[in-house]
């Protein structure tokens, strides 16, 4: 704990550096300061409370999550070097939160070479938790870009499953994290035109497993193409292409490919694939649709509970961003008014004999204050069971 929180104070003290850095250079750069802002600090709070259970007669748990972001940029002596620092706080209680089948909510999502998740306090029914998600310094010259420290790489193109995202796979279901987690890596991006971009990327995650990767992207008759080769978390070699783009300029069209093939073996017969392919669509009326398939020929013959909230919560890796080897969502959103919005999702996992349904709707109470309600439900036939669990959740959201 000693060597976390001494961590913890020297991210705190980089960052407020930076801002009081930024402070003193501010009358000594020749800058039209109302174009230019030298610092930046934002973020939000919110109240959820969640109820879970698997038939509406049966037992409910309940919890409450008190959720916090703060996320803070700054100029240091020029506009080629920016610092970024985000955390994100978390308090979340119940009658006994340890046992809770929502106690996910609360648990770290630690996946970085450098713990920056502290547990400031936490019981039988409480925690507190802390963590720094993003930490890191860009610098910017012509048109070269190189970063260094937490960050968000994302590379995905599709909407719901995305292979092509090799630094930062995330949960779909996850509605409380919209920022997403990052990586502790080494980024260089590349210029050559406006409409291309050439990256390299180099992470380093929890265990000490390396990712590295290149991505070249560029655009082509209306269509952003992209292509990519790395090393996956040391274990499998990878390579790939994504596409976004529209058909007649109506219909937006998406999709990503993945091949992966273990390190260890030089046999072909063990390429596996992860493949999505994404549409939307939205009428003159508003009413936004979108839909996606996903095949996964990677997913697991044996299942089990821990594997279930892995897929639930955070997965960390595209190898398993789902049970099921075939996998398609229908998502329908619609502004009733200018201030409510109604959306709903239908996730139909076959190879599990599975469904997920979220109805939503949310509703804007002043200029930066919202309120949701969500409900999500799950049903899915495992080897050994069969989980159905209700989720519903209300919350308030404050930015400033």
Known sequence: MKTKSKIAHNLLMLFFSAVVNSFSIEDNLAQDTTQNKKYEISGYISNSQYAVFDRINN??????LIYNRLNASAIIISEKLKVNVAMRNRFNWANEIVNSPIFYNAEPSHTGWIDANFDIAKGKSYKINSEFD??????????????????????????????????NAYSFFDIDYIERPGSDAIRLQVFPTEVSTAEAAF??????????????????????????????????FVAGGGWSGSIANRVSFRGEITLIHPKKSLNLSNVTMLSSISFDYTTSSSLSLQGEYFFNQ??????????????LSASGNIKNLSPSKHNAVVQLS??????????VAFLYLPSVKG??????????????LDAHIYWQTFDMKFDNFNPHINLIILRFKLYW
């Not at 037992?59 to 409450?64: A, E, I, L, R």
């Not at 992207?217 to 996956?232: E, H, S, V």
């Open 355 to 368: 469904y997920y349904m979220a109805p939503s709707l949310s509703y804007s109470l002043a200029q930066n």
């Open 334 to 343: 619609y502004p009733f008014t200018p201030l409510i919005n109604g959306s």
């Open 134 to 167: 993003r930490f890191n310094v860009t610098y910017e010259y012509n048109n070269i870009a190189l970063s260094a420290g937490r960050q968000r790489i994302n590379w995905s193109q599709t909407l719901v499953w995305n292979p092509n995202d090799l630094f």
């Open 59 to 64: 037992p409910w748990y309940t919890s409450q």
């Open 298 to 311: 990677n997913a697991p013959k044996n299942l089990s509970s821990d594997y279930l909230i892995t897929y």
């Open 203 to 236: 992470k380093i995650d929890q265990n000490k497993k390396i990712t590295a990767a290149l991505l070249y992207r560029f655009n082509t008759y209306g269509y952003d193409i992209q292509c990519l080769a790395g090393l996956l978390e040391e274990n499998d």
